[in-house]
């Protein structure tokens, strides 16, 4: 398979990289690093990115910041910055990534367990997770030419076996999930 990894330089990138190269040929991308440069918050980089890759038979998303903060501290700006990097970037990416992914192939969002399950100061975090979560399902149902859409919702991967993670991603792209919120790390 030809899979697009963005934020392959990230901490869940790094662990989830060398075993996809494995069996796949992974064409990586991030705003300073990558095979391919872009920021997946401009529409116009996410375009540019779809034109230097050409057809790709998979998507990764492993790229979107959130902010953390305790309630009384946080402003609008906050969630605002969540939603716009981490929720609407994944958006666009698969608004516009649809066009560029070969049939029956998928592409594979992420969130977060702290959507799900949140903690004191994390509704920065939350809002954008749960959100993701959202689209995933709602999307997935009008995903054209049998290609899927998936999310994997982590716990903190310090807390993971690096291989659970692993696993997710591969059962993301080669099973027949479609729709599905893959968690992992969650007690
Ligand atoms: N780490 C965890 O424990 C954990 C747990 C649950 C969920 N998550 C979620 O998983 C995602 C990745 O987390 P991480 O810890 O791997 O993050 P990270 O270490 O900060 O890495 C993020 C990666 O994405 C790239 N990136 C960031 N913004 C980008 C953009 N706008 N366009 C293109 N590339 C971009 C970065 O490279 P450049 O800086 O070069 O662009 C980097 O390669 C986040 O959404 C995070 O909330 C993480």
Do not use: W
């Not at 540019?48 to 998507?59: N, P, T, W």
């Not at 969630?79 to 992914?101: C, F, R, T």
């Not at 004191?120 to 959202?134: C, D, E, L, Q, T």
Request: hydrophobic share 45%; net charge positive.
């Amino acid at each position: 398979m030809k899979i697009l990894l963005i934020g392959a330089t990230g901490a869940i990138g790094r662990l989830i990289q060398p075993a996809l190269q494995i069996d796949h040929d992974v064409i990586s991308v991030g705003r300073s690093n990558g095979d391919i440069l872009a920021d997946i918050s401009a529409i116009t980089d996410i375009r540019h990115l779809f034109k230097r890759s050409g057809k790709v038979d998979a998507i990764i998303c492993v790229a979107g910041s959130s902010v953390t903060g305790e309630l009384d501290a946080m402003d609008i700006t906050g969630y605002e910055a969540g939603i716009q990097q981490k929720l609407l970037s994944q958006i666009n990416l698969v608004l516009i990534g649809l066009n560029y992914v070969n049939d029956n192939g998928s592409i594979t969002l992420i969130s977060g367990k702290i959507g799900e399950s949140p903690v004191k100061g994390s509704s920065g975090k939350a809002v954008p997770n749960g959100a993701v979560n959202s689209f995933v399902k709602a999307a997935a149902l009008e995903m054209p030419r049998g290609i899927r859409l998936n999310a994997i919702s982590p716990a903190k991967i310090s807390d993971i076996p690096a291989n659970d993670l692993v696993l997710a991603y591969i059962k993301s792209i080669e099973s027949k999930l479609n729709g599905a919120i893959i968690r992992i790390g969650y007690k």
